[in-house]
């Protein structure tokens, strides 16, 4: 069995150019990407990496069963939970696979219906649109309430984009500011300016994921702006290429946490050893 190849970014990224009307809404129930699915075979599909929901955790247990070999995964030594619902489902499948083939076991979990994390030794947020449904998620506050706990005991969190806009302490979407997590202390505002960039750069602190020095790429896609940032914030990028939270700088990072705007792409890096380590070294404590 042939084993996934890395995406073409190129065609993932034209495959990402939607309107502003189809682009703010969440990814499951986007016409233009229903139609697109419809007109693509199953092989095409399965191949299509960027973007793609996992709306049940059955959805990632199949595409599993496909793809990842036994032979592949190690006997898991942490758990990881990713937030999956209607807000967050913007993940390369490739990274999940990556967890699991570094030894983490992935379970899901939703910040809109859940009450509280489900036991684990790290966290993942994903991309999405968390300022569509930003009323659900403020009303949720013992999910939030878990999240920022968990965080304040340095548990691993990795989170992109809407992950980020979430735990910030606010999303203004409309005429309306929904109170978030408040990991960061900053503000996140809709903005009608779409960017969607490359994005490339040095890691400028060791974080979460990689030590000082490393080189990264990836992309970023959003309609939003951090606002009301900290003069203190901590950043972990340093970019080159891309816009990132502010001057060019990108990767949040507060007690052991990292979030940023850039999608990255774990599969052919050390990444998601890095993450899966540090969630072991936090189990162990």
């Not at 809404?25 to 199953?42: A, G, H």
């Not at 974080?207 to 972990?236: M, R, V, W």
């Not at 949040?252 to 999608?263: G, I, V």
Request: glycine share 6%.
């Amino acid at each position: 069995m042939d084993i996934p190849t890395p995406p073409n970014l190129e065609e993932d990224l034209s495959f990402l150019k939607v309107n502003k009307e189809d682009a703010q809404i969440p990814i499951p129930s986007s016409k233009f990407l229903q139609t697109m699915y419809q007109n693509l075979s199953d092989t095409e599909i399965e191949k299509k990496t960027i973007g793609r929901p996992f709306e049940h955790e059955r959805a990632y247990d199949s595409y599993c069963r496909w793809y990842v070999l036994p032979t592949q995964l190690k006997k898991p030594k942490t758990t990881i939970c990713i937030a999956l619902d209607k807000s967050f489902n913007f993940y390369y499948h490739d990274n999940l696979d990556a967890l699991k083939r570094e030894g983490a076991r992935i379970k899901f979990f939703s910040p809109i219906y859940d009450s509280k994390l489900p036991t684990c030794d790290g966290l993942y947020i994903g991309g999405g649109f968390p300022e569509i449904l930003s009323d659900l998620l403020e009303k949720n506050q013992k999910m939030k309430k878990s999240i920022k706990n968990a965080a304040e005991n340095n548990i691993p969190i990795y989170a992109e984009c809407g992950g980020l806009m979430y735990l910030t302490r606010s999303i203004s979407y409309g005429n309306k500011k929904h109170q978030m997590v408040g990991l960061f202390d900053a503000e996140t505002r809709m903005d009608k300016k779409m960017k969607l960039n490359y994005t490339k750069g040095k890691i400028s602190s060791n974080c979460l994921i990689s030590p000082k020095s490393n080189t990264l790429q990836g992309h970023e896609f959003h309609y939003s702006e951090i606002d009301i940032l900290s003069n203190d914030s901590k950043f972990a990028y340093a970019l080159s290429i891309g816009e990132g939270i502010k001057n060019k700088q990108d990767g949040l990072m507060e007690y052991n946490t990292l979030a940023s705007y850039m999608h990255l792409y774990f599969d052919h890096s050390k990444y998601a050893k890095n993450f899966v380590q540090n969630c072991i070294k936090f189990s162990k404590r």
